[in-house]
């Protein structure tokens, strides 16, 4: 919280403001400073509305001329193939036919060689 926001709060208690308002006022407008090295402290109410630790990277993009932070999720290079919209179709689908019950059981390794045999 910045050194304003805990004046704002200090001045709300006096004022017999509930915690809850306080609460909603902080999350509607805050603000922080961009240090000398473009370093930004995300409010501790937004690290934890959407579960941030120190750590866990984001993406930074301008949108409509406002700087947009996204939670990332890193995914390792020998794993990006799952992540393609290709494979993920295919995931798709494969969830769609065992939700249909598209799919056949085999007993056995054995059963299930004899059946590529057959195709």
Known sequence: M???QHEQAAESDRA????A?????RTRGLTA??????GVTIPQAVRDQLDLA???QVIVSVRDGSIVLTPAALVPRDQ???HSPQWQAREAEADADLAAGRYTR????EEFLASLDDA
């Open 2 to 4: 910045s050194d304003v």
């Open 16 to 19: 017999g403001t509930s915690r």
């Open 21 to 25: 308002e306080r609460r909603a006022a």
């Open 33 to 38: 400073t961009l240090r000398a090295k473009g």
């Open 54 to 56: 120190e750590g866990d």
């Open 80 to 82: 990006e193939w799952f």
């Open 106 to 109: 085999f007993g056995s390794d």
